[in-house]
């Protein structure tokens, strides 16, 4: 049985790795779990895939089928496992910095993947494979490969009988997926309240306000320093600046390069209270956000703090909040309030307009709004208002 752990290392950021029940690494996919590091994946990205491919390796491995004996008839098996047999991936439990998951009996735990996941899920282990012959580790994947063409996404938006198709290669074993228009998962204002008052302590807070207020990535909070504000720059409004200062953590990299977001003084003036009254200082630490006590006390606060203070909250308070969430409900709140999607865009540094364009689509509650309008103005006779 395999699993995910995670390794610490003195001055550098930590690596997931795969061992076996003894705490052996398993030797092909440290090459991977290496490759991924030097690709400069973010942590959460690299588990991801990692976790995806301990639950192949202990698929292969309760069937007694080597590594390197696996066929595309093989890889066709798993997929009918994860849409029929489809096993929830283990749930970790972090302690002493050792991720150890439960046992999982695939026959106590039936249920259903999306077409998506299987996909991804597929794509995590294509890549290992794709890694290994990099490494000439491996003479052939497994993954059947089939000649196709794909449009060009550079018109997606309009004109789509111009699009150039290209070759490319497409995996004969992808799953189709049927197409739901999912809304945009967003927090609205008493649940942001109620899990605000939740948070303990002046750190915590300033936290959420800085994601709620400006929908940052959480990489992207850590990577503050304490000088990257700029009170007063437009009356009322300052600058938090996002600096690139070619981080070697992933975790704290800029995935999309630097850039200003105005924000409130009242936002920047709480940061300086933080700063002046309740960071701990430790002399050649300059990133804002700090642990508070405990033997890291001063140091760079990390991800998993983060993360960990939210699901602390959450589970105070009976709302389910992650850092994330916090970026798609300023997102939403923006294009409700009637901003463009060139700002939103520009504002919370997406790479794409295609992945702003998610916001584009009204979500149940403001289709519910609008249609409460228009039976209101119904029955007033003044239909052309709403």
Request: hydrophobic content about 30%.
């Given at each position: 049985?395999?699993?995910?752990?995670?390794?610490?290392?003195?001055?550098?950021?930590?690596?997931?790795?795969?061992?076996?029940?003894?705490?052996?690494?398993?030797?092909?996919?440290?090459?991977?779990?290496?490759?991924?590091?030097?690709?400069?994946?973010?942590?959460?990205?690299?588990?991801?895939?990692?976790?995806?491919?301990?639950?192949?390796?202990?698929?292969?491995?309760?069937?007694?089928?080597?590594?390197?004996?696996?066929?595309?008839?093989?890889?066709?098996?798993?997929?009918?496992?994860?849409?029929?047999?489809?096993?929830?991936?283990?749930?970790?439990?972090?302690?002493?910095?050792?991720?150890?998951?439960?046992?999982?009996?695939?026959?106590?735990?039936?249920?259903?993947?999306?077409?998506?996941?299987?996909?991804?899920?597929?794509?995590?282990?294509?890549?290992?494979?794709?890694?290994?012959?990099?490494?000439?580790?491996?003479?052939?994947?497994?993954?059947?490969?089939?000649?196709?063409?794909?449009?060009?996404?550079?018109?997606?938006?309009?004109?789509?009988?111009?699009?150039?198709?290209?070759?490319?290669?497409?995996?004969?074993?992808?799953?189709?997926?049927?197409?739901?228009?999912?809304?945009?998962?967003?927090?609205?204002?008493?649940?942001?309240?109620?899990?605000?008052?939740?948070?303990?302590?002046?750190?915590?807070?300033?936290?959420?306000?800085?994601?709620?207020?400006?929908?940052?990535?959480?990489?992207?909070?850590?990577?503050?320093?304490?000088?990257?504000?700029?009170?007063?720059?437009?009356?009322?409004?300052?600058?938090?600046?996002?600096?690139?200062?070619?981080?070697?953590?992933?975790?704290?990299?800029?995935?999309?390069?630097?850039?200003?977001?105005?924000?409130?003084?009242?936002?920047?003036?709480?940061?300086?209270?933080?700063?002046?009254?309740?960071?701990?200082?430790?002399?050649?630490?300059?990133?804002?956000?700090v642990a508070e006590s405990g033997?890291?006390?001063?140091?760079?606060?990390?991800?998993?703090?983060?993360?960990?203070?939210?699901?602390?909250?959450?589970?105070?308070?009976?709302?389910?909040?992650?850092?994330?969430?916090?970026?798609?409900?300023?997102?939403?709140?923006?294009k409700e309030a009637g901003f463009?999607?060139?700002?939103?865009?520009?504002?919370?540094?997406?790479?794409?307009?295609?992945?702003?364009?998610?916001?584009?689509?009204?979500?149940?509650?403001?289709?519910?709004?609008?249609?409460?309008?228009?039976?209101?103005?119904?029955?007033?006779?003044?239909?052309?208002?709403?």
């Amino acid at each position: 049985m395999y699993k995910l752990v995670t390794a610490s290392y003195d001055n550098e950021p930590d690596q997931y790795l795969i061992v076996d029940d003894n705490y052996e690494i398993h030797e092909k996919t440290l090459y991977f779990s290496n490759w991924l590091r030097s690709k400069g994946y973010a942590l959460n990205i690299q588990s991801g895939y990692l976790r995806d491919l301990t639950i192949y390796l202990n698929y292969i491995d309760e069937r007694d089928i080597n590594l390197e004996e696996v066929t595309p008839l093989h890889i066709t098996g798993y997929v009918s496992f994860l849409r029929g047999l489809a096993v929830t991936a283990p749930k970790a439990e972090k302690k002493d910095k050792i991720l150890k998951f439960k046992g999982v009996d695939e026959n106590d735990q039936r249920t259903t993947r999306e077409g998506t996941t299987i996909n991804r899920m597929l794509a995590s282990v294509s890549s290992f494979y794709k890694c290994l012959e990099v490494c000439e580790m491996t003479e052939k994947s497994p993954f059947v490969m089939l000649d196709g063409v794909r449009p060009n996404g550079i018109y997606k938006a309009f004109l789509s009988y111009t699009k150039n198709r290209v070759n490319t290669a497409k995996s004969y074993h992808k799953v189709k997926d049927k197409y739901i228009n999912r809304s945009i998962e967003r927090l609205f204002s008493d649940e942001i309240e109620t899990f605000y008052q939740g948070l303990v302590g002046l750190r915590n807070q300033l936290i959420f306000d800085i994601l709620y207020g400006t929908g940052m990535r959480i990489g992207e909070l850590q990577s503050l320093y304490v000088s990257d504000y700029t009170i007063g720059w437009r009356g009322e409004f300052g600058l938090i600046h996002l600096v690139d200062r070619d981080e070697t953590d992933p975790s704290r990299m800029l995935k999309t390069g630097p850039r200003d977001i105005p924000v409130t003084n009242e936002l920047l003036f709480k940061i300086e209270e933080y700063i002046t009254e309740v960071r701990p200082y430790i002399e050649g630490v300059d990133y804002l956000f700090v642990a508070e006590s405990g033997i890291t006390k001063g140091k760079a606060l990390s991800r998993s703090s983060i993360e960990k203070l939210f699901k602390t909250c959450s589970e105070k308070t009976d709302i389910r909040c992650h850092p994330h969430l916090l970026r798609h409900t300023h997102c939403t709140e923006l294009k409700e309030a009637g901003f463009d999607l060139l700002h939103i865009g520009t504002r919370v540094g997406h790479k794409s307009m295609y992945t702003t364009q998610k916001y584009s689509h009204p979500s149940l509650v403001s289709q519910a709004e609008t249609y409460m309008r228009f039976e209101k103005n119904r029955e007033k006779g003044r239909i052309n208002e709403c």
